[in-house]
């Protein structure tokens, strides 16, 4: 049986009920917790010809605004964001892909994409019209129909990336209440 940890690898004589685990224990390798070993530390040494003890290094991932520091060994980058705890939404994206191994000072950043709904209420001012009428007396003026003012709703979709706002679409844009012309009678 061949015991390689990185470059170097002695030779090891195993019982076929041995574990792995307990041929590296006889051996006086220490494997780290982070350490990646083939095969699994449960297999009997039955029919294994190699065991290969992988040396944890350390890799990055910047997410949310701060760079997490983990030990890995052997892994995908899917499989550390998973150890990290770090869950990607739809529209998130990431600079390399979910299955690239993760090598060693490698730093994964997680681009986090939201979008949201806003919604304006625009103000029509109403428009104001004079008339002349017998009704009124000479250089009088009475308001014969009083002026509201309108309002306009606009819907925009807001995107988000990293919590900055990096652009805004509209969506749509209704009257919700039609202005009332104001009619002032003139004398």
Not at 98 to 125: C, F, G, H, S, W
């Amino acid at each position: 049986l061949k015991l390689r940890q990185g470059s170097s690898f002695q030779k090891r004589q195993c019982a076929y009920d041995e574990t792995v685990a307990d041929a590296i224990a006889r051996s006086g390798v220490l494997v780290g917790e982070n350490d990646f070993v083939l095969p699994d530390l449960n297999e009997t040494c039955q029919n294994v010809r190699e065991i290969n003890v992988m040396r944890a290094y350390d890799a990055y991932i910047a997410v949310d605004g701060k760079v997490l520091t983990l030990q890995t060994a052997g892994q995908t980058v899917e499989q550390l964001l998973e150890r990290a705890g770090i869950e990607l939404k739809e529209e998130d994206y990431l600079d390399c892909e979910l299955d690239e191994p993760v090598t060693e000072e490698m730093i994964i950043t997680v681009t986090r994409v939201r979008y949201a709904q806003n919604k304006t209420v625009e103000i029509i001012p109403y428009e104001t019209v004079y008339n002349k009428s017998n009704l009124v007396s000479m250089y009088e003026t009475a308001v014969t129909v009083k002026g509201e003012n309108g309002a306009r709703e606009s819907i925009s979709l807001v995107k988000y990336v990293n919590g900055v706002r990096v652009s805004e679409t509209p969506v749509s844009t209704s009257i919700t209440k039609e202005p009332v012309t104001e009619v002032i009678s003139q004398g």
